[in-house]
Structures are given as C-alpha cells and as structure tokens.
C-alpha cells in the first residue's frame, strides 16, 4: 500500500500516527501541496478531489478522505467499537472533526503555518479563531466525563481529533483554559507506538 500526504498535514498525520499505534508500516509518497502537487493529471487520475491524503491499495484501489481510510487500515481493531451505538458515536465525532474543528482550527493553521499568515488572509486567520473555540469547548466538556472520547479506551474519534487539536497553537489557539484537552492529549502521547507529527 502507498499512502500519498503532506507529513505537516494533520489530516496526513492520523494516517502515520493509527499505523504506528497498529503496528503497521506503509509506504509514504511526499506531495508538496504548495507546489500544486496534488493537482497534475498523474495525481488528479488517482484522486479527482486533488486533495490528501490518499491512500493506493496493491491493486490499484484508491481511497481518499483522512478519516474513510483510517476505517479501512484500522478494520478489525479495538479502535472501531462494534457496538452499533458506540459505533455511530465515534462517526458522530469523526463528522464533528470535519465540519465543526477542522474548517476552523486546521485552516487557522494553515494560514499560520503554510502561508505565513499573509496580511490578505488576516481577516480570515481572525474570523476562524470563534469556530475553532466552540468546537474546543464541546470537546472538552465531553473529555472532562470520560478519558477518551467515546469512554474508558482510545478510538479513532481520538486520532481523528488529536490530529489537528494538539497543534491547536500553531494556529492561534490557546489551550491554556481547557484542562482536559490538555489531560487527554497527554494519555494518548503515553500510548504505545506514539510518533510526533513531523515538524
């Protein structure tokens, strides 16, 4: 398998980070997205969104969309529960991750750190920062119950919010008011086969 991404990218870093926590190990192919790398015909024929990650099977399969394919690689594992409500309940957090944290906090990050904060997109940077507070505040009411997200156990509700949150910083956030964010990012620093997003 071959798994196309951007090492910075938080999106990309789930992918690294369920594989090192799984044991596993998948060829990595770097695409520079500020180079448009992600947008030639070679990768548009793989992936027609022109976005990553993607992930390339041994047979030539493509799947695209970070969190689609951390279902796929962790299929089987104790990081997907099998109780069907349990289970809704980590794609409930795994939707919050993509329309209610990651249009904020990860745009807020890119802005920060790909483009370096232009003054043309200040105005933008700025206007993130109530989103991405809102979608803290939901996640830390829920980790201050529970450990984890879904409980008692890590998931992939976790890496999927990991990703982006412990690098909350980066893009103008300040986790300073949010205890058990702050817990809870440490317990799953602590768990085992944990890598570091590359700087």
């Known amino acids: 398998m071959l798994i196309y991404g951007d090492k910075r990218s938080g999106n990309c ?3 690294q980070l369920l594989l090192a926590l799984l044991g596993k190990a998948c ?3 770097d695409v520079d997205i500020l180079k448009g790398e992600c947008r030639t015909d070679t990768f548009l024929a793989k992936s027609p969104n022109g976005k990553i990650p993607i992930l390339e099977l041994d047979d030539g399969r493509v799947l695209s969309e970070s969190n689609a394919i951390m279902h796929y690689l962790a299929s089987g594992s104790a990081f997907i529960p ?3 409500f349990t289970f809704a309940t980590l794609l409930q957090w795994q ?3 993509q329309y209610s944290h990651e249009p904020y906090i990860a745009v807020a990050r890119y802005i920060n750190l790909y483009l370096g904060l232009p003054e043309d997109r200040k105005a933008e940077y700025e206007a993130k920062q109530a989103g991405g507070y809102r979608a803290l505040e939901v996640m830390d ?3 201050s ?3 984890f997200l879904l409980g008692n156990q890590i998931s992939l509700a976790d890496i999927s919010l990991f990703a982006y949150t412990h690098v909350a910083h980066e893009g103008g956030f300040d986790l300073a008011a949010y205890p058990a964010i702050r817990n809870w990012i440490t317990l799953i620093k602590d768990q085992k086969g944990f890598i570091p997003m590359e700087a």
Do not use: D, H, R
């Open 13 to 15: 870093y789930k992918l």
């Open 27 to 29: 060829e990595w192919i």
């Open 82 to 84: 099998t109780s069907p």
């Open 95 to 97: 939707f919050f991750e």
């Open 141 to 143: 009411k829920q980790l």
């Open 145 to 147: 119950q529970t450990p």
